[in-house]
């Protein structure tokens, strides 16, 4: 794995440091001290750690990651906020303050923590602030509304109160007798649109930049024998094509999930994709039996909830590849940055929102974009333990996070409020500290050319007609891998990796449900959710009741970790 956590306080405080171990680095200017462990993966085959003072602006630079630069280049911090990219946290102090920075497209998770006598408490996982740093978690209930309505918490909150997610291009500043504030340090919204770009000259740079990123991703982290998970869909396959121009052939295992034959699948996508471009590969079977005994495991690691069903295959498959440091390629992010079949259903809700009696209230946008999800929002009304006024303010608070984005005056274009929008909320708080929990289990490293910087300012500078044409998703990325990939690839239907709960819905299962939600941990359960309500999902037929069924255990082994209750 690798990882931080450490504690800045004011310079004339005295704080209990942890037990068993020196700070790895100590970073100080007039008015604060940084303490800061690191955890690497033994025998880590590229360089996650980087340090030295930079003398132009009198600042200090600590980086824990992959960075795609040459870290020596960065002449101040200015200069490393315009140009950083990879999967890092990083901190910078000057004389003036302190800064946290996430990553400019948020691979590496960044937590803190504001205690009461000043500290601020940081680290990548939620989980480290208690085992590693002492701090007593305490849930915020309200959050169970924004996971049953999305599968996760979007925003800066978590379920732990107290405790906030930096979002990806962002730093945490520091500075005496000043509010801690996060500022957006990539800008993206101000960019300017190139409106003399051809639809051409656009495929042929967001390729380019594709192949960029991959030889980056190689030069960063010195692997020459890569693996890759394919599902057979246009991100991983797009993934596999651009990695065969980088790496020889021969040299990158490509990985897939096989649930089983009978049903429904992805497999003879994966088999022409395999055969197209000739790479080693393998299935993984993955049935009811071989996920049960891992799901305590996976959820210790995953500590702010997922109820996405996708982080357990992408956890068996970092557990299948083992233990040693490893570079783990995928097709994550293409969605926020090109485009999915979910913004074609919030255009159309937007144009013929006249129809709608309830157009003119202000949450309308939001409220189509929570029931694009079709999560469990339809059991808000008896399942959370919160009185109906508790779930309705908390509704409010999360059409409020939602609306920074939807109705963000910035973007001229619905489409990029929704492409953005899913950036900062899914990319941010869902899809990427997905992947980052499932391969820092193993000591892996998760990577995705199509998901950078340099891509996220190319779709902010590309005007919408261009890369969305006629509403057709990804368009830009199809006709960028047009004639380097099937055809049938780029022409399929969207489906995402199929996990089939709804046909593992049987008895096993089922008392598998029941063993964690209303016996093992049956505390943690009626602290959060009505049991009788639960024992109903359980038991009787209710619209996507195995993805529901998920949801609450995946929401109840993350909670009885994390919270003594």
Not at 292 to 317: E, K, Q, T
Not at 374 to 399: C, F, H, I, W, Y
Not at 458 to 465: E, L, R, Y
Request: charged share 20%; proline share 5%.
């Amino acid at each position: 794995m690798f990882g931080h956590y450490g504690v800045i306080f004011p310079g004339c405080s005295e704080i209990l440091l942890p037990h068993g171990r020196p700070p790895d680095f100590t970073l100080s200017n007039a008015d604060y001290t940084c303490v800061v462990y690191i955890d690497l993966a033994p025998g880590s085959t590229c360089q996650l750690v980087h340090h030295r003072a930079i003398e132009s602006d009198h600042s200090e630079l600590l980086v824990i990651g992959i960075l795609y630069q040459e870290f020596s280049r960065f002449t101040s911090l200015h200069h490393f906020e315009k140009t950083c990219d990879g999967a890092f946290s990083a901190i910078g102090v000057t004389p003036d303050c302190m800064k946290i920075y996430r990553d400019p497209v948020g691979y590496r998770s960044n937590y803190f923590y504001l205690h009461p006598s000043g500290a601020i408490y940081f680290s990548s996982n939620i989980r480290w602030l208690k085992e590693k740093l002492g701090l007593s978690l305490v849930p915020q209930p309200r959050h169970v509304v924004d996971f049953l309505c999305t599968s996760f918490i979007p925003g800066s909150s978590t379920l732990s109160a107290g405790v906030s997610e930096l979002p990806m291009g962002h730093y945490l500043h520091i500075a005496a007798h000043r509010p801690i504030s996060a500022v957006d340090y990539c800008r993206y919204a101000s960019m300017a649109k190139c409106d003399d770009i051809s639809q051409s000259d656009a495929s042929h740079q967001l390729w380019n930049l594709c192949l960029q990123n991959m030889q980056s991703i190689r030069s960063a982290t010195g692997c020459e024998d890569p693996n890759l998970f394919l599902s057979g869909g246009l991100d991983s396959t797009t993934t596999l094509a651009v990695a065969c121009e980088v790496f020889e052939t021969r040299n990158i295992h490509a990985l897939s999930v096989n649930f089983g034959a009978h049903l429904p699948n992805e497999n003879s996508f994966i088999d022409e994709a395999v055969g197209y471009f000739g790479v080693p590969h393998q299935y993984l079977e993955v049935q009811p039996s071989t996920f049960s005994n891992a799901m305590h495991d996976i959820y210790r690691w995953i500590d702010d909830p997922i109820g996405d069903p996708v982080v357990m295959p992408n956890y068996l498959m970092n557990r299948h590849l083992g233990s040693e440091s490893q570079l783990i390629l995928t097709g994550e992010g293409s969605d926020p940055c090109f485009g999915g079949p979910k913004n074609v259903y919030m255009l159309g809700t937007h144009v013929y929102s006249p129809l709608y009696t309830d157009s003119q209230r202000a949450d309308f946008l939001a409220r189509a974009y929570l029931d694009s999800f079709k999560r469990a929002s339809d059991e808000l009304d008896g399942l959370p333990r919160l009185s109906s006024d508790a779930v309705n303010q908390a509704l409010e608070q999360l059409t409020q996070t939602l609306n920074r984005y939807l109705l963000d005056s910035q973007w001229s274009s619905l489409l990029d409020r929704l492409l953005f929008a899913n950036k900062f909320l899914k990319c941010n708080s869902l899809i990427l500290p997905k992947v980052q929990k499932t391969t820092q289990a193993f000591n892996h490293f998760s990577l995705s050319p199509i998901y950078s910087r340099g891509i996220i300012e190319f779709c902010a500078q590309t005007p919408i007609h261009i890369k969305y044409k006629n509403l057709r998703e990804k368009f830009i990325l199809k006709e960028a891998t047009h004639g380097r990939i099937p055809s049938s690839i780029t022409q399929r239907r969207k489906s995402g990796m199929r996990v089939p709960l709804r046909f593992w819905n049987d008895k096993y299962v089922t008392s598998f449900h029941k063993n964690i939600l209303l016996k093992k941990y049956k505390h943690a359960t009626e602290y959060f959710f009505e049991r009788r309500r639960v024992e109903e999902i359980l038991s009787c037929p209710v619209p996507r009741q195995g993805l529901k069924a998920w949801m609450l255990s995946s929401f109840v082994l993350t909670s009885a970790q994390l919270y003594d209750i």
